[in-house]
């Protein structure tokens, strides 16, 4: 599996928008960008995936570098409840990839 | 649909007893995932299932079985309790391996 680097923490304050990056520049033609969070204490959950076109959802937006090397998750208006460990993880959607493979995130704290 | 839920939220095990982490899901999904999370450490998928009577073995399969005989219930076992398999525990189902996939609240093992 092709691999992603987060940075480890970030930080925010609540109501202003947050980007996280997540650089893969091993990246396949296949390689669908996915991210998902982890609150504390539960599980991790589904925010949002992407191919090539940048991507929104009720959650958060997905922006897609033009040579697909990099990608941001956007959240426009954090709350103190968007304070978890975000991974952003490369799926190889063409090899039937079974497994998500999870780095260590990036860790976001959001300040009132 | 109450998703994915796991028994029990916790358990502490002495070295070398037996147990089984119960994984159930309502959402008709084919493909079922048991992971394990150390602290501080993204999750390693332990086993999968792509349909009831069909599973295989992740990325840290050892000291664990499972089995597949319905589409709702996906148990893992531990049969010989060590310290190393100390770690939080979820289990998550997807429709299809290119979905999104949704996890269970966890199980906190201990083993002492």
């Known amino acids: 599996d092709a691999k992603t680097t987060q940075p480890n923490s970030m930080e925010s304050n609540e109501e202003e928008p947050v980007h996280l990056p997540c650089n893969h520049s091993t990246i396949s033609g296949t390689d669908y960008i996915h991210w998902y969070r982890q609150l504390p204490s539960q599980g991790p959950e589904y925010v949002i995936h992407?191919?090539?076109s940048n991507v929104n959802n009720r959650m958060a937006s997905l922006a897609i570098a033009e040579d697909r090397k990099s990608s941001t998750l956007i959240l426009h208006r954090a709350t103190l409840r968007d304070a978890a460990v975000y991974y952003c993880?490369?799926?190889?959607?063409?090899?039937?990839?079974?497994?998500?493979?999870f780095g260590k995130g990036t860790k976001l704290t959001v300040n009132p | 649909n109450a998703g994915v839920t796991q028994t029990p939220k916790f358990r502490i095990l002495k070295i070398g007893q037996s147990m089984t982490l119960q994984c159930t899901q309502d959402m008709n999904h084919n493909y079922m995932y048991w992971y394990r999370q150390d602290p501080g450490m993204g999750l390693k998928l332990i086993y999968y299932s792509v349909g009831a009577g069909i599973t295989d073995k992740g990325e840290v399969p050892n000291g664990y079985n499972v089995s597949r005989s319905t589409t709702e219930d996906f148990p893992l076992r531990l049969e010989l309790a060590a310290p190393s398999q100390t770690s939080v525990y979820f289990c998550a189902s997807s429709y299809y391996s290119t979905y999104e996939q949704y996890f269970g609240p966890g199980t906190r093992l201990t083993v002492t």
């Open positions: 993880i490369l799926r190889d959607l063409a090899g039937g990839s079974e497994k998500l493979v």
């Open positions: 992407g191919l090539t």
